[in-house]
């Protein structure tokens, strides 16, 4: 991990450009949430994990990072999933283009100091999961 290493207001805003062009290439993107243990990187497989709900993003996904603050982006609506398709302990996500789509982030997901924070990650199938709020953002300085 770098200590002290920073990009640019111009760069972090290109590439949060970019982040929103890649979510948007499909035809809607999904947030998946998984159990089990995450892949090691965003490109790689997943192996036995259980798909516990995908939540379907708004047709722009993000919104645009603007000039008074380039590293952040803020999701639009996400629609809740009214039916959850496992019983499962939530554990990762992966952001997809659309659903089937190609794979474009993934992060943690838990209850407390997580990338996608949870209010439980315990799920139970056939029940809603919501997401009020998300967001990305890179260091910038």
Known sequence: MAVGFWITQAVAKAMMDTFDSQVDAGTQAVI??????????????????????????????????????????????????????????????????QSAGTVVAQ???????????????AFTSGSTVSITAATVSLPTG
């Open 107 to 121: 992060g943690t997901a838990g209850v407390g100091t997580f990338d996608l924070a949870l209010n439980t990650t």
């Open 32 to 97: 998946n949430i998984y159990d089990g243990t995450a892949p090691a990187t965003a490109d790689a497989a997943l192996s036995s994990n259980n798909l516990l709900a995908q939540l379907t993003c708004s047709t722009t996904a993000f919104g645009a990072a603007t000039t008074a603050n380039p590293s952040v982006v803020t999701a639009n609506a996400i629609s809740s999933d009214t039916s959850a398709d496992s019983t499962g302990t939530a554990s990762f996500f992966r952001i997809l283009t």
